[in-house]
């Protein structure tokens, strides 16, 4: 029987606890908050932060796991890489993940090798350098280096508002590193979706685009939505450049998630390349929308038995995370009779009489959508009117 060490057990990562399940795997969870419902599936959990790589280093050691696996989780990722590694693991080399993990780092590997970057500043700490901030153009965007779903990510108009977007990034940084880099002014929203890569080879690689509604926080994304609306020609070009970086990363195998855009003149930047699926049940969504199914594929790479991989023509599909723009406390969802035919799963991270906090960052969602649709024209329609069509009401209390 294989035994596997998931690092977290938050709803996202059920799929894959499934999966597992289902292959017989003996399976072992460890995060720092039991509640999460992955646990439930688990033969073993531990009270353990995943982000602690030597104390889950300590564990993996004790309970010798044939895997180590971050399933949707970009902080959990290098700690996988960095165990699985230490002991001889099927996985990721910890130098790759470390790269494609790590905003500042990702952006110093980007102008290393010749691709297109903003200009940007590293600081550790609160030690700005606003003497090389003058090389910067206003706006820019200020993000702590090792966090993800859009938490701490502020966009800053001129100098005056720095230290304060550096402090506020400081809070969701574990290393205590924040990047300031000029902000990519472009005409459509960013590129978005989940990769596969085999053997060092991108042979998958779909990319919708970002669907931004949320008031409490514009630039934490709401949803995405597949196929793109922009030219094939250059979402391939997209694809050509995360291609690259993936082979010079020195990334072997498994799942990625990819942001990238486009400036007004139609300048291609890959802005992040997570070493994970995506979250908020994107591998599932891109399952309805392609028939590709990446967890799967991820489990058949670890056991060695990946074959190839099954991609049909994409069918118009999307996810959609419930939210609210204020904290308060979750009353009701209705589902309109309207949407229902196009749901294919619909998960509920909040019940009733429960508290809702404002949608600052992708932890911060109510539930999940995934939808798919039978035309393109229907999909627009139905996410243009999605606040009216899915209705989550919270009391702000």
Request: charged share 20%; glycine share 8%; with cysteine.
């Given at each position: 029987?294989?035994?596997?060490?998931?690092?977290?057990?938050?709803?996202?990562?059920?799929?894959?606890?499934?999966?597992?399940?289902?292959?017989?795997?003996?399976?072992?969870?460890?995060?720092?908050?039991?509640?999460?419902?992955?646990?439930?599936?688990?033969?073993?959990?531990?009270?353990?932060?995943?982000?602690?790589r030597?104390?889950?280093?300590?564990?993996?050691?004790?309970?010798?796991?044939?895997?180590?696996?971050?399933?949707?989780?970009?902080?959990?990722?290098?700690?996988?890489?960095?165990?699985?590694?230490?002991?001889?693991?099927?996985?990721?080399?910890?130098?790759?993940?470390?790269?494609?993990?790590?905003?500042?780092?990702?952006?110093?590997?980007?102008?290393?090798?010749?691709?297109?970057?903003?200009?940007?500043?590293?600081?550790?700490?609160?030690?700005?350098?606003?003497?090389?901030?003058?090389?910067?153009?206003?706006?820019?965007?200020?993000?702590?280096?090792?966090?993800?779903?859009?938490?701490?990510?502020?966009?800053?108009?001129?100098?005056?508002?720095?230290?304060?977007?550096?402090?506020?990034?400081?809070?969701?940084?574990?290393?205590q590193?924040?990047?300031?880099?000029?902000?990519?002014?472009?005409?459509?929203?960013?590129?978005?979706?989940?990769?596969?890569?085999?053997?060092?080879?991108?042979?998958?690689?779909?990319?919708?685009?970002?669907?931004?509604?949320?008031?409490?926080?514009?630039?934490?994304p709401?949803?995405?939505?597949?196929?793109?609306?922009i030219?094939?020609?250059?979402?391939?070009?997209?694809?050509?450049?995360?291609?690259?970086?993936?082979?010079l990363s020195?990334?072997?195998?498994?799942a990625?998630?990819?942001?990238?855009?486009?400036?007004?003149n139609?300048?291609?930047?890959?802005?992040e390349?997570?070493?994970r699926?995506?979250?908020?049940?994107?591998?599932?969504?891109?399952?309805?929308?392609?028939?590709?199914?990446?967890?799967?594929?991820?489990?058949?790479?670890?056991?060695?038995?990946?074959?190839?991989t099954?991609i049909?023509?994409?069918?118009?599909?999307?996810?959609i995370?419930?939210n609210?723009?204020?904290?308060?406390?979750?009353?009701?969802?209705?589902?309109?009779?309207?949407?229902?035919?196009?749901?294919?799963e619909?998960?509920?991270?909040?019940?009733?009489?429960?508290?809702?906090?404002?949608?600052?960052?992708?932890?911060?969602?109510?539930?999940?959508?995934?939808?798919?649709?039978?035309?393109?024209?229907?999909?627009?329609?139905?996410?243009?009117?999605?606040?009216d069509?899915?209705?989550?009401?919270?009391?702000?209390?």
């Open positions: 029987m294989k035994k596997a060490l998931f690092l977290g057990g938050a709803y996202a990562q059920i799929p894959i606890l499934k999966e597992a399940k289902a292959r017989g795997w003996y399976i072992i969870t460890c995060d720092y908050l039991p509640e999460n419902p992955g646990h439930k599936l688990a033969d073993e959990y531990y009270n353990l932060s995943t982000t602690d030597e104390k889950v280093f300590e564990l993996a050691k004790k309970i010798k796991p044939d895997y180590v696996i971050a399933y949707a989780s970009d902080p959990a990722a290098p700690v996988a890489a960095y165990v699985s590694e230490k002991l001889g693991l099927p996985g990721n080399s910890y130098a790759s993940v470390e790269i494609l993990s790590e905003k500042d780092k990702f952006r110093n590997f980007l102008t290393e090798h010749g691709f297109n970057v903003p200009k940007y500043l590293s600081v550790r700490g609160t030690a700005v350098d606003f003497e090389k901030l003058k090389q910067l153009r206003f706006p820019v965007v200020v993000k702590p280096t090792d966090s993800s779903g859009s938490k701490g990510v502020t966009k800053v108009e001129s100098v005056a508002g720095i230290t304060s977007a550096v402090d506020y990034a400081l809070h969701f940084s574990r290393s590193r924040v990047i300031i880099e000029e902000f990519i002014d472009n005409l459509s929203g960013d590129i978005h979706g989940d990769g596969f890569v085999v053997d060092g080879e991108l042979v998958f690689a779909q990319l919708g685009d970002h669907i931004y509604t949320s008031k409490a926080n514009p630039y934490n709401t949803g995405t939505c597949w196929p793109s609306s030219e094939s020609s250059a979402i391939e070009e997209i694809r050509t450049e995360v291609a690259r970086i993936v082979k020195g990334f072997n195998s498994g990625i998630n990819i942001e990238a855009r486009f400036t007004k139609n300048v291609p930047y890959v802005m390349i997570g070493p699926n995506g979250g908020h049940f994107v591998p599932q969504a891109l399952f309805y929308a392609t028939g590709f199914d990446m967890v799967s594929g991820y489990l058949d790479i670890l056991e060695g038995k990946y074959t190839h099954h049909s023509a994409v069918r118009p599909s999307a996810y995370a419930l609210s723009n204020e904290n308060g406390i979750l009353e009701t969802i209705t589902l309109d009779e309207e949407i229902q035919p196009f749901i294919n619909f998960h509920q991270y909040i019940q009733p009489g429960q508290a809702v906090n404002s949608f600052q960052g992708a932890n911060a969602a109510i539930g999940i959508v995934l939808l798919t649709f039978p035309s393109v024209a229907i999909m627009q329609n139905m996410l243009d009117r999605m606040s069509l899915i209705f989550v009401k919270v009391d702000n209390v």
